[in-house]
């Protein structure tokens, strides 16, 4: 996966998140919670990503 893919699924799960929860409850402060909650665990799972792509290639060169 590469960087630019990530930012269009990110930006595209956080619109789904923040139209739905709005619908959902009629307040934009949730809907802007849940989003900013959305993004943050997307941005951890990306770094756990590219530190597992990081520790993978490192240890594949030292064999």
């Known amino acids: 996966m590469n960087f630019p893919q990530f930012l269009v699924g990110m930006t ?3 619109l789904v ?3 739905s ?3 959902a409850t009629g307040s934009i402060w949730k ?3 849940w989003t900013v909650l959305t993004l943050i665990v997307l941005q951890v799972g990306y770094f756990v990503f ?3 792509l990081i ?6 060169t030292h064999r």
């Not at 520790?55 to 594949?60: A, D, L």
């Open 12 to 14: 595209t799960a956080s």
């Open 50 to 52: 590219v530190v597992r």
């Open 21 to 23: 929860t709005f619908l």
């Open 17 to 19: 998140v923040a139209l």
């Open 31 to 33: 809907a802007l919670g």
């Open 55 to 60: 520790y993978r290639t490192g240890r594949k």
